[in-house]
């Protein structure tokens, strides 16, 4: 919306996500037409650019074949078969999500049961949406937009692939749910290989485009420009990051802040409240809560998650996933 108000021609180019109610709002062309593969996405992609790429324009694409259930197409489901021993880890198949230590049979393929299995068909996804990914850059290079375009690589969650008995769900604020990549590269600005080790918010991905495009950040907008720290100027940067997942019509709630090695998690079902503590530098797999130990680092951390929820518009988007 904020850049089609300031003359962008906007196209979104999606996959399975028609549900999020007003996601279409600002773009010019809003293409979702169900479960679309990856390289459809990348082939209208490329259609659109073909017509478009003279004009000032953003266009977003959302990939969606490392999802669960994973299904890459031929050769990409067979790649990295050979990489696992397959039958030494099984996990019986449920109707519904979240049955813990069991495999949802909307993620089942054939009633297979091996874990290594789904994983390898998981990797697949992901070399054959990284391969359609490669052919969209390729065709920016040729169409002479690559010096003058910023290109930005995300994801919106990561994925649990048998941690804490969680299999090929993205639930439960987890470090494998909330981490992701962040890729972004704009050539003459943005030094190539410059490696961030700070960790950063999604959020503040809108702030860091359009302080690249010299457009002003609304004051109320969350979130903060990522330029300082690209250009280590790491005092300008929050070190805190927060996480949430909300069911409300199941009055359903999870929260979660990190900050240096520490990470706080709140859940909320009815009225029933219940936090835990982890060290992440010591305990990365969060098997360990410290929260009846470390009781200062839990005052601290819980002052920090009181304040930003405060922060948080009454009426803002509360949507957890379907």
């Known amino acids: 919306q904020i850049l089609k108000k300031n003359n962008y021609t906007t196209a979104a180019i ?40 003279k004009d000032r324009f953003f266009l977003w694409l959302h990939y969606y074949d490392t999802h669960s259930p994973y ?13 696992f021993n397959l039958g030494r880890r099984h996990a019986s198949i449920a109707k519904t999500y979240g049955v813990l230590g069991t495999i949802s049979s909307f993620v089942a393929e054939d009633n297979i049961t091996d874990v290594d299995y789904y994983i390898s068909q998981y990797d697949g996804a992901i070399r054959f949406t990284d391969e359609q990914i490669g052919i969209l850059l390729r065709k920016i290079k040729e169409l002479n937009l690559d010096k003058s375009s910023i290109v930005i690589i ?78 280590e100027d790491s005092n300008h940067h929050s070190v805190y990051a927060f996480s949430e997942e909300a ?26 409240e219940n936090y835990e503590l982890y060290n992440l530098d010591k305990d990365s797999e969060e098997s360990n809560s410290l929260i009846n130990v470390e009781k200062e680092k839990f005052k601290f951390l819980k002052k920090e998650l009181d304040n930003w929820r405060r922060q948080i518009p009454i009426n803002g988007p509360k949507k957890g996933y379907p």
Not at 16 to 33: A, P, S, T, W, Y
Not at 258 to 264: F, I, P, T, Y
Request: aromatic content about 8%.
């Open 247 to 272: 069911r409300p019509n199941n009055n359903f709630l999870r929260e979660c802040v990190r900050a240096n090695g520490w990470k706080l998690k709140y859940k909320k079902v009815n009225t029933h």
């Open 14 to 53: 999606v996959s399975c996500i028609k549900h999020i109610q007003g996601l279409e709002r600002g773009f010019d062309v809003f293409i979702d037409n169900g479960s679309i593969k990856a390289d459809d996405i990348t082939q209208t992609a490329i259609s659109w650019l073909e017509k478009k790429h």
């Open 71 to 83: 299904r890459p197409p031929p050769p990409y489901n067979r790649i990295f078969i050979n990489n």
């Open 154 to 231: 995300t994801a919106d969650h990561g994925e649990l692939l048998g941690e804490h008995e969680i299999y090929f769900e993205h639930t439960n604020l987890y470090d494998a749910t909330i981490k992701v990549p962040l890729l972004i590269k704009c050539e003459k600005i943005i030094p190539a290989s410059r490696i961030i080790n700070q960790q950063v918010q999604s959020i503040d991905i809108v702030p860091t485009v359009l302080m690249l495009l010299d457009i002003p950040k609304d004051r109320h907008m969350q979130g903060e420009s990522l330029l300082p720290l690209i250009f």
